[in-house]
């Protein structure tokens, strides 16, 4: 057997079978929040929208649906995975069409759930399927939330000098790099296995500890040379520090065991963190740098030790970072599923979890004033599912960007490249990587869909909607330029899995009114089935020599329409599909004069 059949036979055994199952938060909890109060179901064309009143310090609500009033009444189940869950309303129910019975509970943890509200019955207005935007004038900072953290493979990978279908993957995986912060304006990288014995971190000779920082030190000079800087994920355990090195994750064989010696586990933390404050300087660390202790500890995939261990290993952690400075940032517990961050110690200097499949969260109540760090997360937790590469997904990014904008400090997309190895290499282009580019660094819709939201302008402007669908399948994010000029950003998504290839009764029409007050010259970008989607160009294992020029020379994301002209006070009408984005910029036009 293989090093990838032994390591993916262990991960099916260990998430048993199917992708997410082993993704336990936690204990169940009592929670003490009242039901949600204002809950309204309205059915319209292939979905129904589910409204309600926000709960104060709820994290989230699960939506329930029944045939009747009498239920039994379950959870509506999107397909995502981890948490069935969503930090707001009003959420776009697509998994039964129309009608039923809607009722809502609130999470105080993601293993506190309170009770069930009143059942609502999914009412039919009869509105036509369309969606009315309009934009207002006040202006706030827009966040942009997608700038601030993309996930890597582990970053030894950027030293790399073997190939992926025919292509270098250190080359590569630098080179995406470069590109999701040149065009995306990504600043901050995270991945796992600094510590591994790839890296070379740590050693034992004669029973001591030697330490060797020399290929940390060309990891870290290489993500800071395109402009990066990292989060300094500590794991997993050096084969002579761990207790037991035969418990093992990824191809790569990370160690997932509790070092046999905590107190040699404390001086290499230390050791580690001081030779980059020396190497990079304090200032620098202290104000870009961020360190968490493992990664998610609550799955035995990752963590082959207890509870209780793994919280002594965050404090000796976090003692050790602050022991070299106390003004560095160290924070977790870095876990699957949204889980113990109510356990994280009141000390942490920031809250870290993932998840997958749903909107991040509202970890405010829990988190206090504490920067949020969602340092995973993504439209699905499972290796090679197709859905990766889809329009879908890039709708998906963009509901969970809009969704978390204000609330958090970085909300991380897994990962940046198909260079990703963790079950394997990559046996075929378009195989499901979890990259927002592939292997060869082409553009998936995912990254389009970013690169679009990178266009918005500095400025947010507010926007409000009506019709069939707004709010829950229909979003806008507007903007204003410098120079007086509109950003609108539309998309229509859902968070159901079955829908990954589209729906047509989910396709609506959109009348935007940008509210201009001048003439203004509108171009166009679409990111949908046959724009920005380059999986629809290729179907085969790799491309020859020839079909890697034209797939590069495909790799690109033109106006989808001709640029014209708009007059004051003029509605632009568009077909927005599902799963769909489009961009539409309104530039003013110069005033001629003599």
């Known amino acids: ?40 179901a309205v059915s319209g064309r292939g979905q129904v929208s589910v409204s309600w009143d ?37 959420y776009a129910d697509t998994t039964a069409g129309r009608g039923g019975w809607y009722a809502v509970a609130a999470l ?32 706030s900072p827009l966040p942009r939330v997608w700038e601030a953290m993309v996930g890597s493979e582990h970053l030894s990978h950027l030293l790399s000098a073997e190939v992926t279908g025919g292509r270098l993957i250190g080359e590569e995986l630098t080179e995406a790099l470069r590109r999701v912060h040149d065009e995306l304006g990504v600043r901050t990288v995270r991945a796992h296995h600094i510590l591994g014995d790839d890296v070379g971190v740590y050693r034992e000779v004669g029973g001591e500890p030697v330490y060797d920082f020399s290929r940390v030190d060309r990891v870290y000079d290489a993500v800071r040379s395109i402009g990066l800087t990292p989060v300094v994920e500590f794991g997993y355990m050096p084969r002579d520090l761990a207790r037991d090195p035969s418990q093992t994750v990824f191809t790569y ?10 107190d040699r586990w404390y001086d290499l933390i230390r050791a580690f963190t001081a030779h980059v404050v020396d190497r990079y300087g304090l200032d620098e660390v202290r104000s870009t740098w961020w360190f968490e202790a493992w990664n998610e500890p609550n799955l035995s995939v990752f963590w082959s030790g207890t509870t209780e261990e793994y919280w002594k290993l965050y404090e000796l952690t976090a003692r050790a970072v602050r022991d070299v400075d106390p003004g560095l940032r160290v924070g977790g517990p870095a876990t699957a599923a949204v889980g113990w961050v109510e356990d994280t110690p009141a000390s942490a200097d920031f809250i870290s979890t993932h998840v997958y499949g749903t909107l991040p969260l509202d970890l405010r109540p829990l988190a206090g004033d504490r920067p949020l760090l969602w340092t995973e997360w993504g439209v699905t937790a499972t290796h090679g599912n197709p859905i990766n590469d889809t329009v879908f997904a890039a709708a998906f990014l963009l509901k969970g960007m809009h969704s978390a904008s204000g609330r958090i400090e970085a909300l ?26 592939t292997v060869g660094n082409l553009a998936k819709p995912k ?10 302008g500095p400025e947010e402007l507010p926007v409000s909607l009506s019709g069939d669908g707004a709010n829950s399948l229909v979003s806008a994010w507007a903007s204003r330029y410098d120079d007086g000029g509109t950003g609108v950003l539309l998309f229509n998504s859902t968070l159901d899995h079955s829908r990954t290839a589209g729906e047509p009764h989910l396709h609506r029409r959109v009348v935007l009114r940008p509210g201009l007050t001048a003439p203004h010259r509108l171009r166009m970008w679409r990111v949908d089935q046959t724009h920005g989607n380059i999986a629809a160009q290729f179907d085969g294992e790799w491309p020859s020599p020839t079909q890697w020029e034209a797939l590069a020379e495909a790799d690109r994301l033109d106006e989808s329409e001709p640029p014209r002209r708009v007059a004051p006070g003029e509605d632009v009408t568009l ?20």
Do not use: C
């Open 1 to 40: 057997m293989t090093i990838e059949d032994q390591a993916r036979s262990r991960w099916a055994t260990l998430m048993g079978g199917g992708g997410a199952q082993d993704r336990t938060p936690g204990k169940p909890q009592q929670s003490t929040l009242p039901a949600p109060t204002g809950v309204f």
């Open 54 to 90: 926000a709960v104060p310090g709820a994290i989230g609500y699960a939506v329930h649906r029944a045939d009747s009033a009498d239920g039994p009444f379950e959870v509506v189940d999107h397909g995502g995975g981890d948490v069935l869950a969503v930090p707001h309303g009003p």
């Open 108 to 139: 105080e943890t993601v293993t506190a759930l309170g009770p069930v509200s009143t059942p609502v019955p999914a009412v039919d207005i009869s509105q036509p399927p369309m969606v009315t935007v309009n934009v207002g004038s006040d202006t």
């Open 253 to 262: 064989q990370g160690i997932i065991s509790p070092p046999r010696d905590w």
């Open 412 to 437: 991380a997309p897994w990962v940046a490249s198909d260079h990703f190895e963790e079950l394997g290499r990559p046996q075929r282009l378009f195989h499901g990587g979890f990259g927002l580019l």
């Open 447 to 456: 990254f389009w869909a970013l690169s679009l939201a990178a266009r918005l």
């Open 575 to 594: 077909e927005l599909p599902n799963p769909g984005i489009v961009f539409l910029e309104f530039r003013p036009i110069p005033t001629r004069t003599g």
